[in-house]
């Protein structure tokens, strides 16, 4: 196909607006969808119902290509498996496999290359940002890592990985569209969960939509002050605006506030930062996910355990439920914050300003605590 509109930026709604002159009606863009997404393939020869005509049309208009998989690493620690990829353009990206306990995986996708919003504790930031990504490019990574593992079926996307999902909003909600498909890779909604630093205006856009994708506001700090120090749009939109409209997003959900924290040893797991939760989040249910930092430039450590559990203690005190969540790969930086590109050294970037906090994190050895519940410290491990 020539290069045009890529069918796999395509929802069968999208595709049959596209060329009136082409009649596509719904059913035969169905068909088109599952074609290049569903079944993975790049050709549409025997699509029931396309004459010849609409082959030659889209052949000269559409086009179904793939990114370039340049390196993969996989992890000695635990089952996880990061890859870099290269588009038509020379941009680089990153994606993460991420084994779950029932044979399945999940992917950590990138939606940005590089990322704009420099977080003081994440890599990805130090990258700076290239450009966007486009619908297909996202779930051009689902699909590579689906078909790299048939053994287990892909049942989860999250957008953790490099760039802020919601400074990409229209690409992304458009990806996790055609991912959600029943005719694209038929991914459930609630399986697909967009994580952001804290887009105010796009958080509100994103609650006035009604998506049924779950909504992860990555918080940190409870204190505006300190939070603006570590995330720099913290200082665009403060956290009681944030919290707020986190607030107004699970009342119209109908479920809880999820939160994600990056924990740091002597900065953001005081019984101070828990009771500001408690005072921002009064009255609603919260599910925060706590991820210890990853810091290969030391500036930043996680917690030692006596202070995890301390930490722990006062979140239930508060009525801070939460999950602690394992955050695999390190050693091929894999892991959330350490998506830079490491394989390939001397990548020229266009830099318009500073990165993300991002990466890729699984549920293992989970387990969550309500203010009414008693406090369980299992041990974290890798899953297998």
Known sequence: MSPGVHLRSQTPTSLAALWPDLRLDEHLSRRIVSRVVGEDRDDLEDVRGLSRRMLEALGARARATRLQ????????????????FRAADGRVFETVRIPLERPRWSVCVSSQAGCALG????????LGLARDLEPWEIVEQVLTVRREGPERPVTGVVFQGQ?????????VIRAAEIL????????????????????????ERYTAE????????SLTSAFQEKRAGLVPLARRYPVDALAAA????????????????????????????????????????????????NDPRGRFHPPAEAERKAFFSALAENGIGFVRRYSGGADIHAACGMLACQSV???AFQRRGRGGENGGDAETGIFAVSASSGLTLPPLRPLR
């Not at 977080?119 to 130090?126: I, K, P, Q, S, V």
């Not at 802020?164 to 690409?171: H, M």
């Not at 607030?247 to 119209?252: I, K, V, W």
């Open 69 to 84: 998989v340049i390196d993969r690493r996989a992890s000695r620690i635990d089952p996880f498996v990061k890859y870099l």
């Open 119 to 126: 977080c003081a504790f994440c890599e990805t930031g130090r």
């Open 163 to 171: 760039g802020e999902p919601f400074q990409n909003y229209d690409s």
């Open 180 to 203: 959600r498909d029943p005719c694209g890779a038929r991914i459930g909604g609630d399986r697909i969960t967009i994580s952001t630093v804290g887009v105010l205006p796009m958080i």
């Open 210 to 217: 009604g998506h049924p994708y779950r909504l992860i506001l």
């Open 246 to 293: 986190m607030r107004r997003h699970a009342q119209r959900r109908g479920g809880p506030v999820n939160l994600a924290w990056v924990s740091m040893a002597g900065v953001n797991t005081g019984a101070d930062e828990a009771r500001e939760l408690g005072r921002l989040f009064a009255g609603m249910k919260v599910r925060l996910s706590i991820i210890d930092v």
């Open 345 to 347: 050294g001397g990548v």
